[in-house]
């Protein structure tokens, strides 16, 4: 008896003692990673208030973790890249020489941090009607020669969205190679559909991103998510922005938030070229297949010397530079004099995001931003309202959407200068996913950016500071709550 006794006790300690290895051994792996203080002390509290349950939330979400494949072509892929790069740079006529005064800071970022200046476009159009943009994109598909490459967060069937898929079966079938890069979260009720295999067996080279499987969680981090939206057709035409794959007649009809809002651009020249190179990259990720072109397909890039358009191209995630579409951020934000305009689903921002919006607004900048009333994310709408206090004390004014969920990621400068694309204003989408930015250097696109951001302003209602500082205080102990977790949303 006195022996069992014994032996549970050292039993006892010895669990103790493990435990304690573990936290301490997983601590180190916090403090020796760099990252931002609040985001480690984040984590640290996870850990510490959760015992073994926040270590596991940890190891699964906690590291910028790829498996070992694809880290290994991440790191490997620039080297093809930077020679593809410095002979696209011997076109001297694509790229831009001369930037308007607001705008040369960042695209002066842009050139060091990727290699290359703003490039010249043909023509660019804002779509905002997505029945319209799918018309066009139908169309364009339908008169495609050579090759179509597509990425998307979400593919759900439905709608307008057959049509695009009936468009790229015929163009398949008569030899335009179409190559798809869909996120196997994102996309998942897609991949459980027959529709995987109408397309593949049609000629359509189909890749499942970053695949959701339970025997990987310790070995990828599993919310690490292909959240871009790209079409390029023939080298010539490519399509951006927040829309996903998806016709918003049909997609979360039961949520109760109303129809998803977005914004989609379409450009003709030689960016789709230089997209191009991005697709190439995330398609060797997942596929280990090398397929940027050959340096001569440059001679085949349609352009107009008299384009007017000048664009950068931000793509972020593994093999991209780090915290680059961060960085364009607070370039532009500290850049204005006049006005900044934003519109984003999910309000959820860095630290020096949130003190660079407070300090352009404190020394006279008139800062606006537009996010959706209603949210599919509850953890995201908690988290958001845990800022608002500090924007509205320092005289930003936050407006919410009532006519659906505003999913428009957009950012407007002293209305010349614009950055759009698929980037919310969160922790996830500056760090972590594969995401892209336009950088438009315009004040024609500007303009009718500004009217489109105008157009959802007249549909919003203002946050009044003084009505906002009399909500409940249960309220407030909520959002401090989720405020604690915004470094790891």
């Given at each position: 008896m006195i022996f069992i006794i014994t032996l549970c006790i050292i039993i006892n300690w010895l669990s103790i003692l493990c435990y304690w290895l573990l936290i301490a051994g997983v601590t180190l792996r916090v403090i020796m990673k760099r990252r931002a203080v609040p985001a480690a002390m984040s984590w640290l509290l996870v850990i510490y208030i959760l015992p073994i349950f926040g270590i596991i939330i940890y190891l699964l979400f906690g590291e910028f973790n790829l498996d070992k494949n694809r880290k290994q072509r991440s790191k490997a892929i620039w080297q093809s890249t930077t020679k593809w790069i410095e002979n696209l740079k011997t076109y001297q006529c694509i790229f831009a020489s001369q930037n308007s005064e607001l705008a040369k800071s960042l695209f002066k970022l842009c050139e060091h941090r990727q290699g290359f200046k703003g490039i010249k476009v043909n023509n660019i159009q804002l779509l905002t009607n997505t029945d319209d943009a799918f018309k066009m994109l139908i169309n364009d598909i339908y008169q495609a020669k050579n090759n179509i490459e597509i990425i998307f967060y979400i593919w759900q069937s439905g709608g307008l969205v057959d049509k695009v898929t009936e468009a790229l079966i015929i163009a398949a079938r008569r030899g335009v190679s179409c190559r798809l890069i869909l996120d196997s979260a994102g996309s998942?009720?897609?991949?459980?559909?027959?529709?995987?295999?109408?397309?593949?067996?049609?000629?359509?080279?189909?890749?499942?991103?970053?695949?959701?499987n339970i025997l990987h969680i310790f070995i990828r981090r599993m919310d690490l998510r292909q959240h871009r939206k790209m079409i390029l057709i023939d080298n010539y035409i490519a399509y951006t922005g927040s829309m996903n794959m998806v016709d918003p007649h049909f997609f979360k009809k039961n949520v109760g938030i109303g129809q998803w809002i977005d914004i989609m651009t379409r450009m003709e020249g030689p960016i789709a070229t230089a997209m191009g190179m991005i697709f190439s990259c995330d398609w060797e990720i997942e596929t280990g297949e090398h397929i940027l072109p050959p340096p001569q397909d440059v001679n085949l890039i349609p352009f107009s010397t008299n384009s007017k358009y000048i664009i950068q191209i931000i793509?972020?995630?593994?093999?991209?530079?780090?915290?680059?579409?961060?960085?364009?951020?607070l370039i532009s934000i500290y850049a204005a004099r006049k006005k900044i305009f934003i519109t984003t689903p999910y309000l959820v921002p860095s630290d020096d995001l949130l003190y660079a919006l407070c300090t352009a607004a404190q020394r006279g900048v008139k800062v606006y931003i537009i996010i959706p009333r209603n949210n599919d994310s509850l953890l995201v709408t908690w988290a958001s309202r845990a800022f608002f206090t500090e924007l509205l004390e320092a005289g930003v004014q936050i407006y919410q959407f009532e006519n659906g969920l505003l999913?428009?990621?957009?950012?407007?400068?002293?209305?010349?200068?614009?950055?759009?694309?698929?980037?919310?204003?969160?922790?996830?989408?500056?760090?972590?996913?594969f995401e892209i930015t336009l950088v438009i250097d315009d004040i024609n696109f500007s303009n009718a950016l500004s009217k489109i951001q105008n157009n959802y302003l007249t549909h919003s209602s203002i946050i009044e500071a003084k009505i906002w500082s009399q909500r409940p205080y249960w309220q407030r102990i909520i959002e401090k709550l989720f405020y604690l977790l915004s470094p790891l949303l």
């Open positions: 998942m009720n897609f991949f459980h559909s027959s529709y995987p295999s109408i397309m593949r067996a049609a000629g359509i080279n189909i890749v499942e991103a970053l695949n959701v793509a972020s995630g593994p093999g991209f530079p780090e915290g680059f579409i961060h960085q364009a951020l999913h428009t990621k957009s950012v407007l400068i002293d209305e010349q200068l614009s950055l759009i694309g698929t980037v919310n204003l969160d922790m996830r989408s500056l760090w972590l996913n």
